[in-house]
């Protein structure tokens, strides 16, 4: 298959997101708050924190850098969108 | 200028923003009609995602709901935005390069079978139109409480209003005025938010002020909501009462769910290119979790500004609770709509709040001499009055007002676009007359757009007790039926028709009847509870083991049949790849 390297680095680079997502908001917000819930953050108990706020920065961060690293990823196989390209129906 | 009159100027003006909008975005062709031309710039398209995205339920319930469940509530809040990573990282980017209408196009292409794409349809229309009920009751109800006009009245101009920019201009109509919903109900909602924060902690930014300490006392906002409320028999706001597993499924649920949402998904097929779509995702969450980091700040401000209105001194002591005849303005104005209502049962002219469902404690405040809790608070409370507890100018609680109706619009005209796109592409064009010209097929999505709007309107108006129950349950379905088919068809090129039909099934049956059984089969008082629930699992979480279920049926069907044809593979092989 002729892309079969960029589809690779593409699932590896899916799969790393997503176990940070999962840890997040199912790790530090779900399994592990009460242990979490030990340390405090400010006025937050961190597990706490994560499931009402830091998992959702966490989140956005991610697929900011999803974006970038796949911008990155089309260009080193050549497989970006042409800058003029428009798509017909 | 009172605060009636000044609700309508600004609610009409930003009524008269949406109308200005559709004409100068009126639809040309189909292209424009179900993806708005594919010209849509990443930016603008996640404004409009967000305005999709969050409804009459999330600008006025979801603080409210997070007030009175405390940690219980992240659940909507990692639910309902975790969707997007998923959104982002698996579906958009692959569904924009296929580059077609709708969701079940997709389907029905991937898995070469008309079948495929009229059960996709099928899905699609139980989940948008339960969901689009909900938000024409939305637009009721606001309506009802800022203008004193009736639910029905309020609800046929919505319609009307909804009618006109989603027939005249299609997806390109509904993104652009999407966009200038968006600004007006994020501003509805942060300006208020804002103002409350500071007077509370003396930290303008929500998201930081309930971390901080109370502007007076000294202690941290958090621990002292803790310890009231657990004084006054709640449980801890930073602890949660659902079971682990309860709270892991719902979440699950709701974010698969929320990527599986067709009408959220379509917003993608609507920007240039692939990258576009990647970035837009995004964008999209960016605006969102403005609105969602903020609602949680204001949860638990709201909770303590309220706790600490009724409770004014120590629990117990014969003084220490508010004199009703001296209760503010706000409770004032919001007992008239009851949202608020107090019932004297001890007859002492005070206000006693507590949680007379929690035996210990009921027990304890009986020796005190109280009788019952005498405060009845609806959620929405929390949202509607936060410019008055605030004491900020009327201009602000008309705003508030034009918010809650731009948040139900943008939700109600996105779900109608996609329910017409069903019936006019995929069932019109797809099945009955393939031959159909684009202006008759533009034609045929404007009556149908038309018809969704007055049925949705009669849901709205006279919804089957159902209806209201069943919203959150479009999550669960989409969860369970579209999400796992579409996952497949990028991710696998061996899953074939027989294993997505089967799947999608399976996943949606299941889902179904174990909601309708828990929902309306059982007594809801003895049946409904996590003893008889299927390893623990709530029917809110339950689609989260629908999609496995998919997922398996899937898997195991295409093992045992035939593989798909080569121009399928080569058509997974296409999408996975940007040119």
């Not at chain 2, 929500?206 to 909501?225: H, Y």
Request: glycine share 12%; hydrophobic share 50%; proline share 4%.
């Amino acid at each position: 298959m002729k892309d079969g390297g960029y589809w690779r680095a593409n699932l590896r680079l899916v799969a790393g997101c997503l176990a940070v997502w999962f840890l997040v908001s199912f790790g530090c917000g779900i399994l592990f708050v009460d242990l979490l819930n030990e340390i405090p953050l400010g006025g937050f108990r961190l597990g706490f924190w994560f499931a009402q706020q830091g998992s959702i920065y966490v989140f956005l961060v991610l697929i900011f850098f999803y974006a970038w690293r796949m911008g990155r990823l089309d260009q080193e196989h050549g497989v970006e969108e042409l800058a003029e390209e428009q798509e017909e129906d | 200028m009172d605060l009636t009159t000044l609700t309508y100027l600004v609610v009409g003006a930003s009524f008269a923003l949406y109308i200005g909008i559709a004409f100068w975005s009126k639809a040309q062709g189909t292209g424009d009609f179900y993806v708005a031309g594919k010209h849509v710039h990443p930016v603008a398209n996640g404004m409009a995602t967000a305005a999709d995205w969050m409804s009459a339920a999330s600008f006025i319930s979801m603080a409210g709901l997070i007030a009175f469940l405390g940690y219980d509530g992240s659940v909507y809040l990692m639910g309902w935005t975790g969707g997007y990573v998923l959104l982002a990282l698996l579906l958009a980017p692959y569904l924009r390069k296929f580059g077609k209408y709708t969701v079940p196009e997709f389907i029905g292409e991937r898995y070469y079978s008309r079948t495929a794409r009229v059960v996709a349809v099928i899905c699609l229309i139980i989940i948008s139109f339960t969901y689009v009920a909900g938000q024409m009751r939305g637009v009721g109800i606001v309506f009802s409480r800022f203008l004193g006009v009736d639910i029905t009245t309020g609800l046929l101009v919505g319609m009307g209003i909804v009618f006109f920019y989603a027939v005249l201009g299609g997806m390109k109509g509904i993104t652009y005025t999407q966009v200038a919903q968006y600004c007006v109900l994020i501003f509805a909602y942060t300006v208020p938010a804002v103002f409350v924060s500071l007077q509370v902690t003396g930290v303008a930014i929500p998201q930081i002020a309930f971390g901080s300490t109370v502007a007076d006392g000294g202690a941290w906002l958090l621990t002292t909501l803790d310890g009231i409320v657990t004084d006054l028999g709640f449980p801890a706001y930073t602890d949660g009462t659902k079971s682990g597993i309860d709270v892991f499924f719902i979440t699950l649920a709701l974010m698969i769910g929320t990527a599986g949402l067709p009408h959220v998904v379509v917003r993608f097929f609507t920007v240039p290119r692939v990258r576009d779509a990647r970035i837009s995702a995004g964008y999209a969450l960016l605006f969102i979790a403005i609105l969602y980091t903020t609602a949680p700040g204001v949860g638990a401000i709201a909770r303590l500004n309220l706790t600490t209105t009724m409770q004014t001194g120590p629990v117990g002591a014969a003084d220490g609770n508010l004199v009703y005849e001296e209760r503010p303005q706000w409770f004032r104005t919001w007992e008239e709509t009851g949202l608020l209502s107090f019932t004297d049962h001890n007859a002492d002219g005070r206000i006693q709040y507590y949680n007379d469902a929690n035996p210990e404690f009921a027990a304890r405040a009986a020796e005190y001499g109280w009788k019952g809790n005498e405060l009845t608070v609806d959620r929405d409370i929390i949202v509607l009055a936060n410019p008055e507890i605030a004491g900020l100018p009327n201009w602000v609680v008309a705003l508030v007002a034009a918010g809650g109706i731009a948040a139900a619009l943008s939700t109600a005209a996105g779900l109608l676009l996609v329910i017409s796109a069903a019936i006019s592409h995929d069932i019109a064009k797809g099945v009955l007359t393939p031959n159909i010209s684009e202006k008759r097929e533009l034609l045929t999505g404007r009556i149908s757009a038309g018809v969704a709007v007055l049925m949705a309107g009669y849901l709205g108006y006279d919804p089957p007790g159902f209806v209201a129950q069943v919203v959150a349950f479009a999550f669960g379905i989409a969860a369970a039926s579209l999400f796992p088919a579409i996952l497949l068809g990028i991710f696998s090129r061996r899953v074939n028709r027989e294993g997505a039909i089967a799947g999608m099934l399976v996943g949606l049956v299941f889902t179904v009847s174990y909601i309708v059984y828990f929902k309306f089969g059982v007594d809801a008082a003895t049946g409904n509870n996590p003893a008889s629930w299927l390893f623990g699992i709530s029917p809110e979480g339950i689609g989260a083991l629908g999609a496995m279920l998919n997922l398996a049926v899937a898997w195991s069907v295409s093992a045992l049949t035939a593989r798909p044809p080569e121009d399928v593979r080569e058509l997974v092989e296409r999408i996975r790849t940007p040119r």
